[in-house]
């Protein structure tokens, strides 16, 4: 199971594929009146961390396969109503709030329901990445920069602002790191000179965390350099 330490939010880019389509509905869900034996069973034929439970198509929550061990094999689902867990997302929620739902709830399958908490299907976090790796942000080509600012003085749109005055083009961005004084943001870059655009940050006051071809070369000069003024007043 994947483990999110800190969910990050890119900026979402347009896809032809919906998230919608990844719904699944290989498994029925859990019945609240179904054995704890039933359910053991299936936990220990499927590799699901959790897995949700309804009462007349209606969901209730999730049952954790951890939990599961622990209780009696002749009791019923209803019996331990009291330790599911409620989260889900909509039919209709983008793709980056149901990634946000996985990393919140350390599962590898949320429930989505409709409007009326009708049970639909899940989501497998496997296919979530998938669809991750679909995105610009990943699939394009481009160059990664890090940069650090105080909370109170950064801004998203200043970001894009700097990236496209040197003619860069943006594929996404997001908060890497954050505490109450300062945030990392990461960001993928295609197009303009990679060079212009972490000097012009710098003049904006941004730490560069990333390291960069060229910043290397600039310091391995100024460390020759700074040898080499050593060398001479020996």
């Not at 896809?15 to 389509?21: A, D, R």
């Not at 959790?50 to 209803?78: Q, R, W």
Request: negative net charge.
């Amino acid at each position: 199971m994947h483990n999110f330490d800190y969910f990050a939010r890119p900026i979402a880019p347009t896809f032809m594929t919906e998230i919608k389509n990844y719904i699944n509905t290989d498994f029925k869900p859990i019945n609240s009146n179904d054995t704890i034996a039933v359910v053991q069973d299936f936990f220990f034929e499927l590799a699901f961390s959790h897995f949700p439970v309804i009462e007349e198509g209606v969901y209730l929550g999730c049952m954790a396969s951890e939990d599961i061990e622990t209780f009696d094999a002749d009791k019923n689902v209803m019996d331990y109503r009291y330790t599911l867990e409620g989260f889900f997302v909509r039919s209709n929620d983008l793709w980056l709030d149901v990634l946000e739902v996985f990393a919140k709830n350390h599962t590898n399958i949320v429930p989505v329901l409709d409007h009326t908490n009708q049970y639909i299907g899940y989501y497998e976090l496997e296919d979530i990445m998938k669809f991750f790796h679909e995105t610009p942000f990943l699939k394009e080509p481009g160059g990664i920069i890090v940069v650090k600012k105080a909370v109170i003085d950064y801004a998203m749109s200043q970001i894009t602002q700097i990236v496209e005055s040197n003619n860069g083009r943006l594929l996404g961005l997001f908060i890497s790191e954050a505490d109450v004084e300062s945030v990392q943001i990461t960001i993928k870059i295609s197009l303009g000179a990679m060079n212009d655009i972490i000097q012009t940050f710098r003049r904006y006051n941004y730490e560069i965390i990333s390291e960069h071809q060229q910043d290397n070369y600039i310091n391995n000069l100024k460390e020759r350099s700074d040898y080499l003024d050593k060398y001479l007043n020996i």
